[in-house]
């Protein structure tokens, strides 16, 4: 049987790119059903609060920023970072039971992260890692995409990249793609599928990327992390250069960085980074390989979206499951059990 | 506990501006729940049936006039302002049950009213004051918003006007406004919330109308009548020329009449109309007026009806009420009291 | 009481024209809540299966066709015309449970139809009447639109062709439309309403096609065909010259065939063609004809949906019959007699 919901609570997720969150207006975001607005104060750190005006409900992040708080653009009210009331129109006195939630929220990688659950477990050393995004070396950029579907078929999707022969047939896939089998680990909240395609021609994308001519050694390992994370680790080396056991120096190599936060049960925000180990310093080349993979995702996104409608008109027909999806598969048991952990917590 | 139902019935609600219903089209409008035709017969006065063909459904006011009478565009039915069926194709004789439920209507003032509830118990007597607005003495002109939120969060809104210091930061909000108390009394079916403001600098729309320098005497009297009827009596007038003791003759005096009527329980028309008692011969200040106004009373529907999509969101969290909202309290147990007497009459 | 179900399943139902159905790429349409992929064999045969891939649920419309089978867009899997599965990705032996409903088709009169009840009851003998569509002696085109409505609100809009008087009084109405009244025969599953009207100056319309001055003998015969095919012979011929008694050949005649497709409970697609048996090769008068009959149905279209919303708002009012209603009576009589004895042997 389904979990009733569909993602846990006590997780990091990404609510924004940092430069998303500044100082000089809120950001209103969607996180696991909870809206939150976001600021940045003068020391630089983050307040994240419930987006609703405890006076009227009005969002907070409708209104504008005074110094380190926000204020509600209905009747002024003022809150400060901890959520604390600290002006009431026509009151002098100070009303304690003014306040509004708190969420627990760090900024690491260029990423604001916040966490939706109980306070009291929100540990840093939880945040999945995603240190490719601003290690000095490694060079690139990412988006966002905001889709209308279950955050759970991306996983599905980035799980097994045979879709790439398919729903990218004009550029990242290759008939190697969908017809070399994966090897799949897991351990704890990590799935890791790995596919090495030994000897193949490039695809178009990888053939530029490298600058070389000939066969090459091409892997796809896809690094799942709990419940929304993907790292790629992709790339090719010429043939020959020792790529699959270990010396991947003659080749060209890149770290797909994929967390995909639900926003509801029906909506998710998918942001994505595309970081690379060669040719550091091009820019031109950082703003391509973002557009390029941004035109990619949204190929993904119409058929994803249009999974979920599918998926939403016929309740009752399940989804099927192939080889290729024993990926997808170790995934969504391990997202299973965080809720199901949470929800025998809850039962206590 | 709330009443179930947002709106008494036996109101006169202003469903139409006088000018809006004429000779040569029939007007569809929904008054609480309610779908009407209107037209306005060889006589001028005023039709206003039940929106639905007795045949097929046909909304009446996708039809014309012929006479005075609506004809269905489907079939070519027609009634009378009576609701009676007068022609049915191919019939010779009447059909006594062709019948389309009528309702009360009244000219009065420019606005053309309806009566929702029993007929039996429309009495022009009820009808709302709003005799500025075809008043010799006074001069200025409205128009309609149709806002997607419950007709009450307007009248929230209108009855604690220190919202003018945030909403309309920019044009008639200065800190005065949030600054100074108000005293509220009540009677019946009515509301009165008063605010001076003695010897403060005026904001810049009264300071260009008054059209004099040096402080002024600002008031802010607010008079609701229940359940959706508020007349703004506000002004300004030289400091220390007897406006707080009743003599106004050296300021400038607007009354800005507004009358929000329910079409559903979740959408309402606001009617207003800005009158002042100076320059009534200045048609360009009437549409300047007209137009400003027009432009500040958008930035309060953004924020109400941003607030109706958070309280849908969040139909468990209360709106709390604060000092400045004890006009609106009141306002609310006025409408409250109306409706549960209706509903005691309907248990009986 | 109004039978559940809105349609039969156990029909012959219109899906597509035949040239919308070719080799190049596959089509989705919708039929009695049954989402089909169609699309068109080397042997010229049609396919129609669901429109949904059995792994993933994505729609197979999505995809594209390799030879006689249709590819999923996400992963590739391939299904020949059976719905046989014939490839999946990583997979050498085939899965047989990896199947795809199909429903029976038949190419006919330039239509595509299609069978969503039981297959073992598609007989070709049931296929509606609209051998006009390509039969040499006639002339003519048609177009399809799709409306947000049960698709028996057009059934009883052409059943009484008054409305023309109301709905189109500027093109083919006139006053003796509404003025004469109908004979109404039935039999199984057909109905026939049957309109002289003698001796009467000719509408607009109808003058133009005869080319003639004076009076005519002007007749609608409607014949419908349980549940959503309605054929009208309508016509002129000079008044004197025999038409009523059986010879038309100094008048002009033309056929209007509509079938009504259920996509769901509340839209349709509506297929209709106009033809003429005079001025067999003007081409310029078929595109004629056709563009303004396109646009005489788009106002039934602006008609029947405004009728739905009615009814929908008003679930408890019934609809009213009149005499003009007694050939759609009988129609949805028929109609209702599909549905019962469909449900009657589900029941068993």
Chains 1, 2, 3 share one sequence.
């Not at 929220?105 to 840093?124: M, Q, S, T, Y």
């Amino acid at each position: 049987m389904q979990p009733k919901s569909s993602f846990p609570l006590n997780v990091w997720y990404v609510a924004a790119w940092s430069h998303e969150v500044g100082k000089r207006e809120p950001l209103g975001r969607t996180v696991c059903n909870r809206r939150m607005v976001l600021w940045r104060k003068s020391d630089n750190s983050i307040a994240a609060l419930e987006d609703l005006c405890w006076h009227r409900l009005l969002p907070l992040s409708m209104g504008w920023l005074e110094g380190d708080e926000v204020v509600c653009r209905y009747h002024g009210l003022a809150f400060d970072g901890k959520g604390k009331c600290t002006r009431i129109p026509s009151m002098d006195k100070e009303n304690s039971a003014a306040r509004v939630r708190t969420f627990p929220v760090l900024e690491k990688h260029r990423f604001i992260f916040v966490w939706p659950g109980d306070p009291a477990l929100a540990d840093p050393a939880l945040l999945p890692d995603l240190h490719w995004n601003d290690d000095p070396d490694w060079a690139g950029d990412g988006k966002t995409m905001f889709a209308k579907c279950d955050y759970r078929l991306f996983i599905d999707n980035l799980m097994d990249l045979t879709h790439e022969s398919f729903v990218h047939a004009t550029s990242i896939g290759n008939k190697h793609v969908a017809e070399t089998p994966m090897t799949t680990t897991h351990s704890g909240r990590t799935v890791t599928s790995t596919r090495w395609m030994l000897d193949v021609d490039a695809p178009p994308f990888w053939r530029t990327q490298l600058g070389k001519p000939g066969n090459v050694d091409r892997w796809q390992i896809i690094r799942f992390e709990a419940p929304c994370t993907i790292v790629l680790d992709v790339g090719v080396a010429p043939t020959g250069t020792g790529a699959p056991q270990g010396d991947r120096s003659k080749g060209v190599n890149g770290h797909v960085l994929n967390t995909i936060t639900p926003e509801t049960d029906g909506t998710c925000m998918y942001f994505w980074s595309l970081m690379r180990n060669y040719k550091l310093r091009d820019q031109s080349l950082t703003t391509f390989l973002r557009e390029a993979n941004a035109g990619i995702f949204v190929e993904d996104q119409v058929v994803v979206e249009a999974q979920q409608r599918a998926m939403d008109q016929n309740p009752h027909i399940p989804l099927r499951n192939l080889n290729i999806d024993a990926g997808a598969m170790r995934a969504r048991r391990a997202i299973d059990e965080m809720i199901a952990a949470e929800t025998r917590i809850a039962a206590e």
